[in-house]
């Protein structure tokens, strides 16, 4: 009986399998047609600069349009990009398409994500030259996020990617600083020009736990190392006005904008730039 019951659960475990690598196969194949069909769109999210007050810099952020699934988040579909490879050919079109965009936001810089198999492909500087040509995008407003795995494996390979970034003109910032290793070795290794402090971070400062005073140590070694530092996932105003106090260069989440489609994000560059702090009035004083 007992064995039954283990050959029924085992069948149900089969059956559940066959499912996940069904939906799997299914998503995979509409993956690929995705950029085919143009159903891949980037959104924006403004960085707030705390001492001009202006809008520094957008991220792009992708988003999948999904005929019959409705927009799907990246997190769920790059790490299938990633093990198919896909994610370089969609990285590239993601390079372009922000760098494009940048062209209608003269004074911003755009950061845009790379994946780690997109950092190691070995065209990654050729691709960016090219899409900096293509584009005239003068390549100090272009912002590349990584982050900290792409170092681990092969540190002398990923200063050489790095070094050859830094030599086209681009800007390098490590991505969701505080949840991977963070050895402090890599800070000094490789020549990143911005500290992103994770938002698990800054939403865990209101907590009785010790957020806070990573945070501030994490932007007080920002600027010894000459770093900009920027805060990610700011949702309220009691976040904002704390980093700004502890001098946190750069403030981006909720709080301020999601990530939302290019027109979209034009119109709030006009607004704030109108109305400015007034919107948060505390974060201005
Ligand atoms: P990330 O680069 O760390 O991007 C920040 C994520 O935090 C975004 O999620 C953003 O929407 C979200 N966020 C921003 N402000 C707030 C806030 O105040 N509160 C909260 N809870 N979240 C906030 P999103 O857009 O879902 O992207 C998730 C991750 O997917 C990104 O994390 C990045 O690692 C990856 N990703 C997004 N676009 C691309 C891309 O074009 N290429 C690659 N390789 N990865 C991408
Ligand atoms: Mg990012
Ligand atoms: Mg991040
Ligand atoms: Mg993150």
């Not at 992708?62 to 994610?87: C, K, M, Q, Y």
């Not at 806070?212 to 105003?237: D, F, H, W």
Request: with cysteine; net charge negative.
């Amino acid at each position: 009986r007992a064995k039954q019951a283990g050959r029924a659960t085992y069948r149900i475990f089969e059956a559940q399998m066959d499912l996940e690598l069904q939906e799997r196969k299914s998503l995979e194949h509409d993956l690929r047609q995705a950029m085919l069909k143009n159903q891949l769109e980037l959104h924006y999210q403004p960085l707030i600069d705390i001492s001009t007050k202006k809008v520094a810099a957008v991220e792009a952020l992708i988003r999948w349009r999904h005929p019959t699934r409705g927009i799907v988040s990246p997190i769920d579909f790059i790490p299938l990009a990633e093990e198919t490879n896909l994610i370089v050919a969609i990285g590239e079109w993601v390079l372009e398409t922000a760098c494009r965009q940048a062209l209608e936001w003269p004074d911003l810089r755009v950061a845009v994500n790379l994946s780690p198999i997109q950092f190691r492909n070995r065209e990654l500087v050729e691709v960016v030259k090219d899409v900096l040509r293509r584009t005239g995008l003068q390549p100090e407003r272009l912002e590349l996020e990584i982050t900290e795995s792409v170092l681990i494996n092969d540190v002398s390979s990923a200063l050489a990617t790095l070094t050859a970034l830094k030599e086209l003109g681009v800007k390098i910032a490590m991505d969701d600083f505080g949840t991977g290793y963070s050895s402090l070795g890599y800070l000094n290794s490789f020549p990143f020009d911005k500290i992103k402090i994770d938002k698990s971070f800054i939403g865990g400062m209101s907590d009785k736990d010790k957020s806070g005073a990573i945070v501030k140590s994490v932007i007080s070694l920002g600027q010894s190392l000459n770093m900009v530092t920027t805060a990610e996932g700011v949702e309220t105003a009691e976040q904002a006005t704390f980093l700004k106090a502890e001098g946190c260069d750069q403030l981006q989440g909720y709080f301020f904008s999601r990530p939302v489609a290019a027109e979209e994000l034009t119109r709030f560059i006009c607004d704030w730039n109108d109305r400015g702090y007034e919107m948060t009035a505390d974060v201005a004083a």
